[in-house]
């Protein structure tokens, strides 16, 4: 692997490492401000929004410099939103208005991230051949899971009664804010990981690869980015591949809250207790996608089966409550996810690549993952202000996960029966035309 590889891992993991944990705070401040429960979900519902709505333009941005310099000016905007999160209460509104505007905060975060996402995958397939693509997305997405749990156990330390105490009593001498509650304190601290992934974003070499001239009509903008979707929808690795990735990101937001909620019902364990159990799933994670690593990129979709049973295994949880089957659950659950999802990651990025740009079908990807994502959310926030069980909730999740990849798998062998040489194309970057339906 480049240099400039491991360069891209550094910020991803620093930047991805504060979104975890900030999140976690956010949580936190919900709480402090006695939001109701619905109100959780709603804070990764603004996340998953800003996806949703510039996806059409983030690509041409991010294929409009170098990626390297995109990452860094998008990652300061995720900056901006976090200091915003710490001013909520310095606005004079009541509580319940304060928690808007922590919901508002978190969705600059999003508008940050969304334009970040594109430079930093697209990068990728600029730097590694597509042979070395999965192996690439493995680490990527090893490191990214390995983010996650240290986000989240960062950000439940924070909050945590010990940890919070000794940020609170520092004194700065007039050189920083009075830090007041858990939250603050825990926000302060994420500000400066986004800070250490700013430095390592200005770090990262321009890779050579020059695009053309990128259209700024924005209403031209959006009719290309209809192109761009309904491209990669028709063609036939590429609509298997970009429905797995989106039902399983739109699942695994899902999952998070889940588990929070789960682990607060069933297990009874506080925020920053229940914040480690994500943790722990994404432990396993890692495994799946370390083991996925040496799955060729021509074998990708044989893979498939995993997110059936990963569905099923899902549906286990109102089962455990002992913490070996409450850990040994989850780790299945990572594993599987992870096992299944980064090979077909790899293989939506190389036929993204060949048939739009590195930018573009990057933007297409989070366009359809967010999308899910809010419906997925916006279902899991119903449920909860309708006030049904927990584990009722997670049966339905894991029926649904299970039967939508079965109907992917019949999807798949279908194109395979229409299309017998279509394991042939992937690899391949002389195939620059999508295999539509005849």
């Keep these: 692997m480049k240099r400039g590889f491991y360069l891209i891992m550094a910020a991803q993991f620093f930047s991805s490492l504060a979104d975890n944990a900030l999140f976690i705070a956010a949580i936190a401040l919900i709480q402090q401000l006695d939001g109701p429960d619905w109100m959780t979900p709603m804070i990764k519902w603004s996340f998953a929004l800003a996806y949703v709505l510039l996806a059409a333009f983030v690509g041409a941005f991010a294929d409009s410099f170098p990626k390297g310099r995109v990452m860094f000016a998008t990652n300061s905007v995720k900056i901006i939103g976090c200091l915003m999160?710490?001013?909520?209460?310095?606005?004079?509104?009541?509580?319940?208005?304060?928690?808007?505007?922590?919901?508002?905060?978190?969705?600059?975060?999003?508008?940050?991230?969304?334009?970040?996402?594109?430079?930093?995958?697209?990068?990728?397939?600029?730097?590694?051949?597509?042979?070395?693509?999965?192996?690439?997305?493995?680490?990527?997405?090893?490191?990214?899971?390995?983010?996650?749990?240290?986000?989240?156990?960062?950000?439940?330390?924070?909050?945590?009664?010990?940890?919070?105490?000794?940020?609170?009593?520092?004194?700065?001498?007039?050189?920083?804010?009075?830090?007041?509650?858990?939250?603050?304190?825990?926000?302060?601290?994420?500000?400066?990981?986004?800070?250490?992934?700013?430095?390592?974003?200005?770090?990262?070499?321009?890779?050579?690869?020059?695009?053309?001239?990128?259209?700024?009509?924005?209403?031209?903008?959006?009719?290309?980015?209809?192109?761009?979707?309904?491209?990669?929808?028709?063609?036939?690795?590429?609509?298997?591949?970009?429905?797995?990735?989106?039902?399983?990101?739109?699942?695994?937001?899902?999952?998070?809250?889940?588990?929070?909620?789960?682990?607060?019902?069933?297990?009874?364990?506080?925020?920053?207790?229940?914040?480690?159990?994500?943790?722990?799933?994404?432990?396993?994670?890692?495994?799946?996608?370390?083991?996925?690593?040496?799955?060729?990129?021509?074998?990708?979709?044989?893979?498939l089966p995993m997110g059936v049973l990963m569905g099923l295994v899902v549906m286990l949880m109102p089962l455990a409550y002992e913490p070996w089957f409450v850990y040994t659950l989850l780790i299945a659950i990572g594993g599987l996810g992870g096992f299944f999802v980064v090979p077909m990651n790899a293989l939506l990025q190389h036929r993204g690549h060949v048939l739009l740009s590195a930018g573009h079908s990057i933007a297409v990807q989070n366009f359809n993952e967010q999308l899910n994502i809010l419906l997925m959310v916006a279902a899991y926030s119903l449920m909860l202000g309708m006030e049904i069980p927990i584990n009722t909730i997670i049966i339905i999740f894991g029926t649904l996960v299970a039967c939508l990849m079965v109907l992917i798998m019949i999807w798949n062998r279908h194109n395979h029966r229409t299309h017998p040489d279509l394991d042939l194309v992937i690899g391949s970057r002389a195939h620059g035309t999508a295999l539509h339906r005849d």
Excluded at 147 to 171: F, Q, R
Excluded at 190 to 211: E, K, M, Q, R, W
Excluded at 258 to 271: A, N, S, T
């Design 85 to 303: 999160m710490f001013a909520h209460a310095s606005l004079g509104l009541a509580d319940e208005h304060q928690v808007y505007t922590v919901c508002a905060a978190y969705a600059l975060v999003g508008i940050g991230a969304a334009a970040y996402s594109p430079a930093k995958y697209g990068i990728i397939t600029e730097l590694l051949p597509p042979e070395q693509l999965v192996k690439g997305n493995s680490w990527i997405e090893g490191l990214t899971v390995v983010s996650i749990i240290l986000g989240v156990v960062l950000g439940g330390a924070l909050i945590s009664p010990k940890v919070s105490a000794w940020l609170l009593s520092i004194d700065l001498g007039g050189l920083g804010p009075e830090l007041e509650t858990p939250a603050e304190a825990a926000i302060v601290v994420i500000a400066l990981v986004y800070l250490v992934a700013a430095v390592f974003n200005l770090l990262i070499p321009s890779t050579g690869v020059d695009y053309p001239q990128q259209q700024r009509n924005p209403i031209k903008l959006l009719a290309t980015f209809g192109c761009f979707v309904a491209t990669l929808w028709r063609d036939k690795l590429g609509q298997i591949s970009l429905a797995v990735t989106t039902l399983f990101w739109g699942a695994g937001a899902t999952l998070q809250l889940i588990v929070i909620e789960w682990g607060r019902v069933q297990l009874g364990l506080p925020l920053n207790k229940a914040s480690i159990l994500m943790g722990v799933a994404s432990v396993g994670t890692i495994l799946g996608a370390t083991l996925a690593g040496k799955v060729p990129l021509h074998h990708a979709l044989a893979v």
